[in-house]
């Protein structure tokens, strides 16, 4: 009888992997599918009525920003942001100024990583990755000491989506201005929570995605800094200043304009819902599991996320236990789910792979409550306990 009741609940402690569509999104949205549905590069009164809602939600998004509209391309997911943000500024400074060098973090998400690397294996950049802290954090010293006359693009993510660490990316950035390098910031997950002010965040290229703030997936934006270097990924019709090719998915900018309205209007009111019930969170299963610890920043971190790291335990078997039981959390980012290999985030920061390869991110959202998080405190130690057992 327990067990069924237990077997019931569905509780959703994975915000981090994506939110759901939050209703006055989606009231926005549906119009554009079905009577609005014109393409925005008409001449008509179709095609003007698609443009005039492609640029109010331009204008959304700059006044988040902080920016120009014209700073603002649309694209298709945080992923598409980052690379477009990484190859093209990388082939703009080789071609501009012969500049080969890319500095990146090494908890970069693999958005940003992948695309480093592939710029190094094929096309003959040089990539190097600056140390982080036990907190896995980058400091502005470190990025210092690595700026080159040659450096092309710096890339260093806003907060990590594995272990919800915030880096100093206004410190970091006043230096690549000082001395001219452009600057991206993969602020996907951070812009549900964290000030994008563009301006005092000093960067030329930050990544958002819709689908981590209520918005849908498949949309995405790139700011671009007037007059930063930048080469197209996608050629074609010269949608978004000829930077983002494609008859643009109307809806979904409209959606993502919406959620970001939302995001900005509503963080102080999420912060403070979410924050006390993360870190109540983070006390209780400190406390009451051994071996325990918090991956990631205690303060410096997003409001919404939780990480730890269990000794000796088989993540995996974990998150398969907590579904069982009704929980959803992940262990790092959705992408490596099923891969048995320590996450290259905990291993930059130095964890030993004992540790590693037990760990559990709990991240929260809108729909939380402290029952949900009670329930959720009970029901681990003993998870824990039995997936160490196997091990
Ligand atoms: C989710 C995520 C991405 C990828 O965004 P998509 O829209 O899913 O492609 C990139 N970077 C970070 C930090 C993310 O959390």
């Known amino acids: 009888m327990q067990e069924e009741l237990i077997m019931e609940q569905k509780i959703y402690l994975d915000y981090a992997a994506t939110t759901p569509v939050a209703e006055s999104v989606l009231a926005a949205m549906l119009p554009y599918f079905s009577e609005k549905f014109g393409n925005s590069s008409s001449v008509h009164r179709f095609g003007q009525q698609a ?5 109010d939600a331009r204008e959304t998004m700059a006044r988040g920003l902080n920016c120009q509209p014209k700073e603002v391309i649309f694209t298709s997911c945080g992923s598409e942001s980052d690379n477009l943000a990484l190859r093209g500024a990388a082939f703009a400074a080789r071609r501009a100024r012969n500049a080969r060098h890319v500095l990146i973090s090494p ?5 940003v990583s992948r695309t480093a690397q592939q710029l ?3 096309h003959g950049f040089e990539v190097e990755y600056l140390p982080v802290d036990e907190y896995g954090m980058v400091s502005s010293e470190e990025v210092a000491a690595r700026l080159r006359e040659d450096t092309a693009v710096v890339s260093v993510i806003y907060a990590n989506n594995e272990i919800g660490a915030i880096n100093p990316i206004a410190e970091i950035g006043q230096l690549c201005r000082e001395k001219g390098i452009p600057f991206h910031t993969d602020a996907v997950q951070a812009a549900g929570y964290l000030s994008v002010d563009v301006e005092s965040l000093q960067v030329d290229l930050l990544s958002l995605g819709a689908h ?4 849908p997936k498949g949309v995405g934006a790139l700011y671009v800094r007037q007059g930063t270097p930048i080469v197209p990924a996608q050629t074609g019709g010269g949608q978004e200043f000829g930077l983002r090719a494609g008859t643009h998915n109307i809806p979904y900018i409209v959606g993502m ?3 970001f309205r939302l995001a900005v209007d509503e963080r102080p ?5 979410i924050l006390p019930l993360r870190d109540h969170l983070i006390g209780r299963i400190l406390e009451e599991i051994p071996d325990s610890r918090l991956t990631g920043h205690p303060t410096q971190r997003l409001p919404n996320h939780a990480s730890f790291a269990f000794h000796s335990a088989d993540g995996n078997a974990l998150l398969m236990l907590l579904d069982h039981t009704g929980f959803a959390c992940s262990s790092g980012s959705a992408c490596k789910t099923g891969n048995p290999e ?9 964890l030993s792979d004992d540790w590693a390869l037990g760990s559990l991110r709990v991240t929260l959202g809108s729909s939380n409550t402290a029952a949900e998080l009670q329930a959720f405190v009970q029901a681990l130690p003993n998870l824990v306990a039995q997936v160490r057992k196997l091990g």
Not at 107 to 111: D, K, L, S
Request: proline share 3%; net charge negative; aromatic share 6%.
């Open 257 to 259: 304009a919406e959620a």
């Open 107 to 111: 908890v970069e998400h693999h958005a």
């Open 51 to 55: 443009e005039a809602a492609l640029e």
């Open 212 to 215: 981590k703030f209520y918005g």
């Open 342 to 350: 320590p996450s290259e985030v905990l291993t930059a920061m130095g």
């Open 269 to 273: 009111a999420r912060t403070g819902h």
């Open 120 to 122: 190094a294996r094929q």
